[in-house]
């Protein structure tokens, strides 16, 4: 009974710290964009090939091919992007990313689709910043260029879902 009771407590533990990690990176994420003092924008124009950068579920950085780096958020319920191999973005309109419209992509051994729902501009050393406070050692980058949203389209470059 007794190793039964310190295994339980046990997972217990390791549940609760790592709940209290996940929310501890929300709430450094979030105190990042108020004291950066970054300013939501509704879209990025110009935009063709790409890095994204995952930093979590909810959580990209973006660097577009001039060089200009963005930060992305998913809604809370978007999950499977962490862990992805590869990463797109689906764009209504061509080289224009849009929020509550366009949408980031999971590809290849899963697949899940998630709008944007936010973006920011950040400068290089913000970037550096986020990146360190991915939970991720080292944070998954993929590289692409922006693929139209219509299924038309989508299927024509030989992307369907």
């Known amino acids: 009974m007794k190793k ?3 295994s339980m407590f046990a997972i217990a533990a390791t549940c609760l710290v790592g709940c209290s990690n996940i929310n501890n990176y929300e709430s450094r994420i979030y105190s990042f ?4 003092n970054l300013a ?3 879209n990025i124009d110009s935009v063709l090939g790409y890095e994204l950068i995952v930093l979590s579920d909810q959580h990209l950085a973006l660097t577009i091919q001039n060089g200009k780096s963005y930060f992305l958020t998913k809604p809370d319920d978007c999950h499977n992007i962490f862990w992805a191999k590869k990463v797109i973005l ?3 309109d061509k080289g224009v990313i849009k929020v509550d419209s366009d949408k980031i992509v999971r590809v290849g051994d ?4 998630c709008t944007i729902t936010g973006i920011y501009k950040l400068y290089s050393v913000q ?3 986020l990146a360190g406070l991915s939970r991720r050692k080292n944070p998954m980058r993929s590289h692409s260029f922006l693929t139209p949203l ?3 389209e989508s299927k024509s470059i030989g992307f369907e879902h």
Not at 33 to 36: K, P, R
Not at 110 to 113: A, D, H, L, S, V
Request: glycine share 0%.
């Open 150 to 152: 219509s299924s038309t």
């Open 127 to 129: 970037l550096q910043q």
């Open 40 to 42: 939501p924008m509704e």
């Open 90 to 92: 689906l764009a209504e």
């Open 4 to 6: 039964y009771m310190f």
């Open 33 to 36: 964009i108020a004291d950066q």
């Open 110 to 113: 899963k697949y899940t689709e």
